[in-house]
Nanobody
Framework: QVQLVESGGGLVQPGGSLRLSCAASGFTFSSRGIQWYRQAPRKERELVAWITEINSTTYYTDSVKGRFTISRDNAKNTVYLQMNGLKPEDTATYYC?????????WGRGTQVTVSS
């Protein structure tokens, strides 16, 4: 059974940092790209960052480029999202996502709140 479990969210002041983790199980982790999405209140879910299974190529939405870094540890079946220079507009629930065997899987999310 595919499972994705996010952790690492919390309350942080503007300019602060957090590192989110996504622990995966139930599939061959090293053979799948993993994505981080976020959803703020009253807004649509948006893709934040993506790391591929081949060469760990990365993609970022424009609003987080230069501030967020996605990485993966295939030995630990975990993907990370290092978030620096956080802004109030980064406040959202962050989800990780994988597509396996024709199905979409989402974690339950971790809340990130950026506020003074």
């Amino acid at each position: 059974q595919v499972q994705l479990v996010e952790s690492g969210g919390g309350l942080v002041q503007p300019g602060g940092s957090l590192r989110l983790s996504c622990a995966a199980s139930g599939f061959t982790f090293s053979s799948r790209g993993i994505q981080w999405y976020r959803q703020a209140p009253r807004k649509e879910r948006e893709l934040v960052a993506w790391i591929t299974e081949i060469n760990s190529t990365t993609y970022y939405t424009d609003s987080v480029k230069g501030r967020f870094t996605i990485s993966r540890d295939n030995a630990k079946n975990t993907v990370y999202l290092q978030m620096n220079g956080l802004k109030p507009e980064d406040t959202a629930t962050y989800y990780c996502y994988v597509f396996v065997n024709g199905r979409e899987y989402w974690g339950r999310g971790t809340q990130v709140t950026v506020s003074s």
